[in-house]
């Protein structure tokens, strides 16, 4: 197995289009401000790819161009085989931070895509109470948010993603704020979810150790300014996984020193950028 694969490698040779095709993008704020450049990046229907590197290097900027929230100063942005041209009912997006309504209880935040869909009120009830208790929050339907614990909120945000069926999910950093722990219990409950739909995961992290338990393939972003793809190495560790225990076996430690060896050498490049 070859230590990296550039971008290029990884096309869909069946001829099903890619979930999400990014080829020649460029992303920037303003003339001054260029935060990505040439990034192609394919991602198969079905994959659980995670996006590393460099604080600052457009991991969001990068979720925001797929979800259709930004478009690119140049290339193309493609999901299911076609352009990106603003959102889109096929995907879903869990931000760093949830998003759930305060004055809304648990179920009535996690049924609020159905609502918004014209989902009659008994059945996106019914389905709000169905997915809060395969995320582990049967008995917590009547509770506010500010009544239940970070891990407990981050459950139900991702239950209010998922309701809606999207063919491609976006997270971006959603454990963050929780501790590691618990950021484990989270992974392995949505790699649960992730096995049983069959759709595609993107995820952003800072930890490398998390991409790599979690994905079928790391990608790894340079540092900023103008940043692209400067790696993308495959995790070739079997499923099921129990992130509890995967973090003992060689294979895996295998895959984090070489994923490393690619990202450390960003790191240093960003610190000494901002260092300057």
């Not at 990884?10 to 001054?32: C, D, M, N, Q």
């Not at 879903?92 to 309504?101: A, E, I, M, S, T």
């Not at 339907?141 to 891990?151: C, L, M, N, T």
């Amino acid at each position: 197995m070859p230590a990296v694969r550039r971008a290029a490698d990884s096309g869909t040779a069946t001829g099903v289009p890619a979930a999400v095709a990014l080829r020649g993008v460029g992303f920037s704020y303003g003339p001054e401000r260029s935060v990505l450049r040439g990034v192609d990046l394919s991602v198969p229907p079905g994959r659980f790819v995670s996006v590393v590197g460099p604080s600052g290097c457009g991991k969001s900027s990068l979720l925001h161009l797929v979800a259709g929230l930004a478009a690119p100063d140049a290339g193309t942005v493609e999901l299911l085989g076609r352009p990106v041209n603003g959102p889109r009912r096929e995907v879903g997006y869990v931000f760093q931070r949830d998003v759930l309504l305060p004055w809304r209880t648990l179920e009535q935040n996690v049924a609020l895509g159905p609502q918004l869909a014209g989902t009659g009120r008994a059945a996106r009830l019914r389905e709000a109470r169905e997915w809060l208790a395969r995320v582990g929050l049967a008995g917590f339907e009547d509770s506010f948010p500010h009544q239940v614990s970070g891990g407990m909120r981050r459950r139900a945000a991702i239950a209010q993603t998922w309701i809606t069926g999207p063919e491609v999910l976006l997270m971006d950093e959603p454990f963050s704020a929780v501790d590691v722990q618990m950021r484990m219990i989270l992974g392995n409950e949505l790699l649960d979810l992730w096995g049983e739909s069959g759709r595609t995961v993107v995820f952003v992290t800072h930890d490398l150790e998390e991409a790599v338990a979690l994905s079928d393939e790391v990608v790894v972003l340079s540092s900023g300014p103008a940043s692209t793809v400067v790696g993308r190495f495959p995790v070739p560790l079997e499923r099921p996984r129990d992130l509890l225990d995967i973090r003992t076996r060689p294979a895996f430690r295998e895959v984090c020193d070489r994923v490393w060896q690619s990202l450390r050498d960003e790191v240093a490049a960003a610190y000494g950028e901002a260092g300057r």
